[in-house]
């Protein structure tokens, strides 16, 4: 599949830029109503709190006056009745004063409770949403995936990062454990001592290829692995780009031995690095977006899921610009396919359409449209 601006020249990014901002709109469309929610149920519960505490300092002067009444009114009396009756009425009104304040102090947990439950609902739904969009929808990300083996269980995330913007995936693989022969056979050369006598060091190509794989960490065009066997006892960290491969044994430098170094299978330990990368790809099971930070803030818990939009509307508003320029129609975003077969269709939004899907959530949407450049119909 090949895609091109309305005069065949290539897009930049080859993706359905028409899906794609199709998405984008009705992903704006679903989250900024969730978050202006999330903002109302928060600046709802810090109103009502500041009522609650009001009532607490109501209670707590209303207390301290009846108290200083009742003081002044007992000062200089000596009967012992009458010092009784002072005694128990100001200890009535500070236990039924505490006892009204602890009211308060339960309805503002239980109301911040209740505003918490349901702005973590929200924001749950929040990434849901944003989740498969994220996955694909942005364009020119810089993706590390890591993996490593936790309760004996191999868990995943990938980090992703775009101007500013980072969000994390957790991932599930099909199997919970992996281990190099899953991929391939593998050995490795290291230092053997043998003889009864001279204890003489010897190269002995060691088979790992029962080794779990403990740890991965995979970043364009480089790739680190932790193997180690099943009682720990012996550990290697492979780390490898396009030219070169750095092995660890242990606290032993391979590669950095002058006699271990030209017995690597380097063939093999390329296309093993080589399948760890294709591991990535093809064992994911599952993805779910857990955590989304724009200059360094937690873009859900500070409510700036907005501002994320407004980024991603500057990615894409690059290349609407560009597809408008470059078509026939000025009110059209338009887009050419090419499938196999020399097949080719026209894709298009039209700009009315796209400046409507978006008003329709207010002035946020406006503001979206306005950065995409399709405020001019």
């Known amino acids: 599949m090949k895609y091109t601006f309305q005069d065949s020249t290539e897009l930049p990014v080859q993706r359905d830029l028409i899906l794609d901002l199709q998405d984008f709109i009705r992903v704006s469309k679903e989250v900024i109503p969730l978050e202006k929610s999330i903002i109302e149920i928060k600046q709802g519960n810090i109103e009502e709190t500041a009522v609650s505490q009001r009532r607490l300092e109501e209670i707590d002067r209303f207390q301290k006056d009846v108290n200083d009444c009742i003081e002044e009114y007992a000062r200089g009396v000596e009967s012992e009745e009458i ?10 009104c500070t236990t039924i004063a505490l006892l009204k304040k602890n009211e308060r102090l339960e309805d503002i947990d239980k109301q911040n409770r209740l505003a918490l439950t349901e ?3 929200l924001e749950d739904r929040i990434l849901s949403i944003l989740g498969p969009f994220f996955e694909t929808g942005i ?8 993996a490593s083996t936790e309760d004996k269980k191999l868990k995943g995330w990938q980090v992703s990062s775009v101007n500013g913007m980072r969000y994390e995936f957790e991932l599930n693989f099909i199997k919970d454990t992996l281990k190099i022969e899953d991929l391939q056979k593998l050995t490795l050369p290291v230092r053997s001592k043998s003889g009864l006598l001279s204890r003489e060091e010897k190269i002995k190509k060691m088979d790992v290829s ?17 193997l180690e066997d099943k009682d720990a006892e012996n550990r290697f960290i492979i780390s490898a780009d396009d030219r070169t491969f750095l092995i660890l044994h242990g606290d ?3 590669t950095g031995d002058e006699k271990l170094a030209p017995a690597i299978d380097r063939n093999a330990l390329y296309m093993f690095m080589g399948k760890i ?3 990535f790809i093809a064992s994911i099971v599952f993805k779910r977006l857990r955590l989304i930070l724009l200059d360094g803030k937690n873009a859900i818990e500070e409510n700036i899921v907005l501002d994320c939009l407004k980024l991603i509307a500057g990615i894409y508003g690059k290349l609407v610009r560009e597809c408008i ?14 499938e196999p077969g020399s097949v080719r269709t026209e ?6 359409e796209a400046l409507s899907e978006l008003s329709s959530i207010g002035p946020e949407g406006r503001e979206l449209a306005g950065i995409l450049g399709i405020t001019e119909v």
Do not use: A
């Open 252 to 254: 032993h430098e391979i």
């Open 277 to 279: 990368k294709e591991f």
């Open 139 to 146: 364009y020119g990300p810089e993706n590390t995936y890591y």
């Open 119 to 121: 702005v973590r609902q």
């Open 347 to 352: 894709k298009y939004i039209s700009k009315s």
């Open 210 to 226: 029962d080794f779990y794989i403990t740890n991965i960490e995979y970043l364009r065009n480089s790739t680190k692995v932790t």
């Open 325 to 338: 320029e470059r078509g026939y129609t000025k009110g059209e975003v338009t887009i050419k396919i090419e």
């Open 83 to 92: 010092l009784e009756i002072k005694s128990k009425t100001i200890e009535t």
